[in-house]
């Protein structure tokens, strides 16, 4: 473990080195599934839940187009998916953490804000995806700091090469680039 490997990190809290590695470590086993999600037809973003001792409660893969559902999008999907485990609609007395592949986009900062997750761990920044796919991830002003004034803790840009290279070859195989004609 280098020094090197986390200088890009971005965090709303004094970076703490096992959060880190832990996260290090989920976000780069959810890079490594997600072309098993593209070949079965999901857009290329992966997200998982686990409380706080490492139990896995939920993963999903973001649906939107096989389920022909704008807001189906990986965190929305994995939120979903452990509120009806857990069978509630308040996750935050579980003290659940939410790992993603890519940077939240607008819709799943809010959707985030309402569930209850405690904190936020990202691997590719939200330009990066902009940059890669052509993805309009929304306007979000200072959310990391918002979302610190919510006690929800947030780190990103963990180990974000792997996650472009799964992004870039889902452009480059063709993916299916999902979103609205722009009239702009
Ligand atoms: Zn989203």
Known sequence: ???????????NEEVNQNKLDRADAII?????????YIANGHGPFL?????NDGNL????????L?????????ETNVIRAAEEKLGTHDLS???LSLYITAEPCMMCIGA???SGIRAVYYGVPSKTVQNITGFDEGFKPKWLNEFAARNITVYGNIAPESGERVLRDYVTNGGTIYKPKRTY
Do not use: G, R
């Open 47 to 51: 997200a998982a839940i686990y409380d």
């Open 57 to 64: 409660i939920a993963e999903s893969a973001n649906s939107v």
């Open 28 to 36: 780069s086993e959810l890079y490594h599934k997600m072309p098993k």
């Open 112 to 114: 985030i804000m309402w």
């Open 66 to 74: 096989s389920d022909k559902c704008s807001n189906n999008h990986a």
């Open 93 to 95: 007395k579980y003290n």
């Open 1 to 11: 473990m280098t020094q090197n490997k986390y200088q890009n990190i971005i965090a």
